[in-house]
């Protein structure tokens, strides 16, 4: 009990600003990454879906069927929830999963691919194993990971060419 009641004075919230574990180490990790592992090979891994990724109709369903049961808010294996998005991006006891920006050096999908000996999600006998579909899904939603709110993202993108249409260009 001692390890956890340290951590109940500060509210989870402050306490993952004032302890950025992952963030911290996030930078050596990747650099150290590609040292201590053997080489992935990224070209086996299935293509980003093109298609529009929602969250709720195509991504919570294959983490709520296929990780949840190991990776939710009670006692998550290696301390990696899927159940919540912050969490999430935090990572697990051996650091970031996901990489928002990219999701071929994402380590959460060189798993479920299965290109990790030993690290393969679900672990063998545990579930059935993600479809290139599946994965597919996932490759396409880990950039949308990267701002607040994808919606907000994408709305913004859209203003921005129409601002500059109305900029005028010359003045008469
Ligand atoms: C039957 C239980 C089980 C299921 C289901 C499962 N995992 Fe895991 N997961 C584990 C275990 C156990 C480990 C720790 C493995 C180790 O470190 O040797 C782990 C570790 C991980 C890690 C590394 C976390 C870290 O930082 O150490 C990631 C990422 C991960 N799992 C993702 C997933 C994803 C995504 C799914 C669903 C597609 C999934 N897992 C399904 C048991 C499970």
Redesign the pocket.
């Known amino acids: 009990m001692s390890s956890t009641g340290q951590h109940s004075i500060i509210p989870r919230r402050f306490a993952s600003i004032l302890v950025p574990r992952a963030s911290r180490l996030a930078p050596l990790l990747l650099t150290a990454l590609p040292l201590l592992a053997a080489p992935i090979d990224e070209t086996k891994l299935p293509a980003a879906a093109t298609n529009t990724v929602d969250f709720l109709r195509d991504i919570k369903p294959?983490?709520h069927a296929?990780?949840l049961?190991?990776?939710g808010p009670e006692k998550p294996?290696?301390?990696?929830r899927?159940d919540d998005r912050a969490a999430l991006l935090k990572?697990?006891?051996?650091?970031v999963?996901v990489i928002p920006g990219q999701s071929a050096k994402s380590?959460?999908i060189h798993?479920?691919a299965r290109l990790v000996p030993?690290?393969e999600?679900?672990?063998e006998g545990?579930?059935d194993p993600?479809t290139p579909q599946q994965i597919a899904l996932l490759r396409a939603w880990i950039p949308c990971l990267r701002t607040p709110s994808p919606r907000i993202a994408h709305r913004r993108s859209h203003l921005a060419p129409r601002a500059s249409r109305l900029a005028p260009l010359t003045r008469p």
Not at 91 to 95: K, L, Q, W
Request: with cysteine; aromatic share 6%; charged share 20%.
């Open positions: 294959i983490l296929s990780c049961k190991c990776h294996k290696s301390r990696f899927v990572g697990g006891d051996s650091g999963a380590p959460l798993y479920v030993e690290m999600m679900p672990p545990k579930g993600l």
